[in-house]
């Protein structure tokens, strides 16, 4: 760890304190008793879509395109996540098969 | 309020069948991010309370590199808002059935993690079973199974520490992309288009901003952005589809 260990406290306490600001503030905004209002009952139902896709994008943030290994081990793994989930659905197998097959790449082929 | 052992007994038994499946994917998970902590170097000690207190799995994976660069409290708490948006929904989701529920209530929010959500959102609780008592047992169990995976990881990943990882921090795109996929093959079309603007904006953001890995810093804000982006267009989406069902309408 290059941080000391009171700077990891608080970062980790910073990670607390922001997810459970996420946790609590519909609860807080709307109160028991009152309907929410329904732009924010649509959101409700469609934002978590796009915040899957906005998820993979963030972890693939340092996949360089252009140079390095051009991103192939990670579109290869992902590959094999899709066919392996489409076709069996089992969200273990096809982290697990995917994971591996990244290792793989980058351990002994690039 | 008194509780009797029987009630608690009952949500307890119906509520550990349902979160079975749970357990084996946050036991395997977790296990994967504490070994990944233990090979970093940390003491198991670590990934035991970043899994109890954070509680959520992605923005884990994420404070394992904050904690590795430089100290950036803000960012860690700018990222932790980011990353933990989608739980405004939940939350908003589970307003009516987590009514009413004393005490509990804090609890139960504290630990709405996303798997917690999708169980309580959707279980068809038998009937005598109370159902305050259900959704706390939910809740405590998958956090029980998640924090003992994580601490059992870092255990191993500290005596792992010779062995080539190399590549195992890959799980948690693993994860990102079988959570999409799920969305994407149970949803209906309207969803896709959400989805489909989830992966299309933050690439078009990455790539305006300079570089397709940005610093923390520009990362952020470039996040901020194409979430308002995403709000408008979504907007206009919304309107004009109530638009078009007025039309058939009125026909």
């Not at chain 1, 990670?74 to 969200?91: F, P």
């Not at chain 2, 998970?29 to 198991?44: E, P, R």
């Not at chain 2, 207190?53 to 808002?81: C, D, H, K, R, Y």
Request: with cysteine; charged share 10%.
């Amino acid at each position: 760890m290059t941080m000391e260990t009171w700077q990891g406290v608080v970062t980790i306490l910073m990670a607390v304190l922001g997810t459970v600001i996420t946790r609590f503030l519909p609860f807080i905004v709307f109160p028991e008793s009152e309907r929410p209002p329904r732009v924010v009952e649509y959101l409700g139902k469609v934002l978590p879509y796009a915040m899957g896709g906005l998820l993979v994008v963030y972890s693939l943030k340092n996949v360089t395109p252009f140079s390095g290994t051009h991103g192939i081990p990670e579109a290869v793994a992902i590959a094999v996540i899709v066919a392996l989930h489409v076709w069996k659905r089992s969200m273990l197998l096809s982290i697990a098969g995917g994971t591996a097959v990244y290792m793989l790449l980058v351990q002994v082929v690039f | 309020m008194r509780v009797n052992r029987e009630t608690l007994s009952k949500a307890l038994r119906a509520a550990v069948p349902k979160s079975l499946p749970v357990c084996v994917s946050f036991l395997f998970l977790a296990l994967s991010y504490g070994v990944l902590m233990g090979t970093k170097g940390f003491s198991f000690v670590w990934p035991m309370c970043m899994s109890a207190f954070i509680f959520t799995g992605s923005m884990e994976f994420v404070t394992v590199n904050l904690l590795l660069s430089a100290f950036n409290p803000i960012a860690a708490f700018l990222l932790a808002i980011m990353i933990g948006a989608r739980h405004i929904f939940y939350g908003i989701s589970m307003l009516g059935k987590y009514r009413n529920m004393g005490v509990k209530k804090f609890y139960l929010i504290y630990g709405l993690c996303d798997e917690t959500f999708a169980v309580n959102s959707g279980a068809k609780i038998p009937q005598g079973v109370d159902h305050g008592w259900f959704y706390c047992f939910v809740t405590l169990l998958n956090q029980f199974y998640w924090v003992l995976g994580a601490t059992l990881g870092g255990l191993l990943g500290e005596r792992l520490s010779s062995l080539n990882t190399n590549g195992l921090e890959f799980i948690l795109t693993g994860l990102f992309v079988v959570v999409f996929l799920d969305q994407w093959m149970s949803s209906e079309r309207k969803s896709h288009m959400a989805a489909l603007l989830g992966i299309v904006i933050p690439v078009i953001c990455l790539t305006l901003t300079g570089s397709w890995f940005p610093r923390w810093s520009s990362c952020s804000c470039c996040s901020l952005r194409c979430g308002g982006i995403w709000m408008i267009s979504n907007r206009r989406m919304g309107r004009m589809q109530e638009q078009a069902r007025m039309r058939v309408w009125t026909r």
